[in-house]
């Protein structure tokens, strides 16, 4: 079945400064990645997706990146802000019919 | 559009009992999935749902079991607590199978005392 590893597990940036996190998946037939934040006591949230059929997607201040060759996507926040602190998590999806499957999440702290 | 809604949010049961916690998905959406949350494993997924039909089980005992009814709300049910149970249990819908744009639950913690 699937396997999502997520790195790193803790990040901690400098208001301002640009944050990066990166999961590779291991079945080259998954087709969607989305990526959840959760803050602290609340639920995940969707924040930002992206399908196989292309290679990056932008949304202000976030964009994902996706290498279907090497198998992995990459979550990108710039100009962090103290709100961005949570935890993110990956996700792969290996078709329709198949549950997401996470990785471990990486906690975010953006110092001000 | 209402979001998803859990309930009970906070429960504490004794080790031996069942709980049964619900689910009620956005409206439209027909996929129900559920996932156990803990600090240590992350979101594991149980079970997911689709139109009454469990499409999908996780690797969880048998102690662990769920429905969805025809309004496509979803119950998981856990029998005989373990204190290894407790855990944020978290729902998320989508409108068709599998987790294409899944969005979740606020989630029922449960604590087995």
């Known amino acids: 079945g699937e396997n999502v590893e997520q790195h790193p597990s803790t990040l901690s940036v400098q208001e301002g400064d640009s944050a990066v996190i990166k999961c590779t998946y291991s079945d080259s037939a998954s087709n969607y990645f989305p990526w959840y934040k959760q803050e602290l006591g609340k639920r995940p949230q969707l924040i930002i997706d992206?399908?196989?059929?292309?290679g990056e997607k932008k949304d202000q201040r976030i964009a994902v990146t996706l290498n279907k060759t090497a198998k992995h996507f990459s979550l990108h926040i710039t100009e962090t802000q103290p709100e961005d602190s949570a935890v993110y998590f990956c996700?792969?999806?290996?078709?329709?019919?198949?549950?997401?499957?996470f990785g471990k999440g990486t906690r975010l702290s953006v110092i001000a | 559009k209402a979001g998803v809604t859990q309930t009970p949010r906070y429960l504490i049961k004794t080790r031996g009992q069942q709980v049964t916690l619900s689910c009620s998905p956005i409206?439209?959406?027909?996929?129900v999935s559920w996932y156990q949350q803990t600090p240590g494993q992350g979101l594991q997924f149980l079970f997911e749902?689709?139109?009454?039909?469990?499409?999908n089980k996780g690797n969880f005992p048998g102690r662990f079991s769920g429905r969805q009814f025809s309004n496509s709300r979803s119950e998981m049910n856990v029998s005989t607590l373990e204190l290894g149970d407790s855990a944020l249990y978290l729902c998320?819908?989508?409108?068709?199978?599998?987790?294409?744009?899944?969005?979740f639950g606020q989630g029922t913690r449960l604590t087995v005392v």
């Open positions: 996700a792969a999806l290996y078709s329709g019919n198949t549950p997401l499957v």
């Open positions: 992206i399908r196989s059929n292309v």
């Open positions: 749902y689709f139109s009454e039909t469990q499409r």
């Open positions: 998320a819908s989508s409108p068709g199978t599998g987790g294409l744009e899944a969005f």
């Open positions: 409206s439209g959406h027909r996929s």
